[in-house]
């Protein structure tokens, strides 16, 4: 897979007004996210969404789970999902994380356009994101190159030996050249010298 930065947020501060057993979903769910057991993960947090469909915390971190399972699609509607559940004036953070990892959901699947724009929202939210701004030019390189029209088709064999079977005589004339002349500045240096030696 290619090298992506991630932003994972397992564990999150939550408001007094949810519910203990959501907490403790998801409590357990960052415990096996922790453990790198993804699917256990996933349905803990799923367990907590029954609860509490409205939960950032659980939305995004199911979004994490399914993400680590490279259930790419499936993770970027969590995350999309979890960007409407929070305040970006209160929690700009949060949402920035959501953002940022929306984008590596969508770089996965190769859908380079929206994961720049993903990348784009998280550092409009947090400008001095390092990874995020990393991850955005790797998105703009795969977008450019997807949008270039593709190379044109490899020459025939024949014309491709020909071009070759030039570009051999060139070089071979060039070097022939280079010893000629070695060979006439080497007869200039002994005739100079045996004139010389004659003077003496």
């Keep these: 897979m290619k090298r992506l930065i991630y932003t994972l947020l397992a564990v999150l501060l939550l408001s007094p007004a949810v519910a203990q057993e959501e ?15 993804w699917s256990a993960a996933e349905v803990n947090y799923r367990r907590a969404l029954q609860k509490n469909p409205n939960s950032f915390a659980a939305t995004y971190n199911l979004g994490n789970a399914l993400l680590r399972q490279e259930k790419y699609e499936d993770a970027a509607k969590q995350y999309i999902r979890s960007t409407t559940q929070v305040d970006a004036k209160k929690d700009g953070d949060k949402l920035a994380k959501a953002y940022h990892n929306l984008g590596n959901s969508y770089f996965a699947m190769e859908q380079y356009d929206k994961a720049v724009e993903a990348y784009k929202n998280s550092l409009r939210l ?6 995020t701004r990393y991850n955005l030019v790797k998105a703009m390189q795969m977008q450019k190159n997807q949008q270039q029209p593709q190379q044109q088709p490899q020459e025939q064999p024949q014309q491709q030996n020909q071009m070759e079977q030039q570009t051999a ?3 071979l004339q060039a070097l022939q050249q280079d010893e000629q002349e070695a060979q006439e500045k080497a007869q200039k240096r002994q005739s100079k010298k045996k004139e010389l030696e004659k003077n003496w």
């Design 23 to 37: 907490y403790s979903d998801i409590r357990r769910g960052n415990r096996e996210f922790d453990k790198e057991n």
């Design 126 to 131: 947090n400008p001095s994101d390092n990874e």
């Design 169 to 171: 005589e060139q070089l």
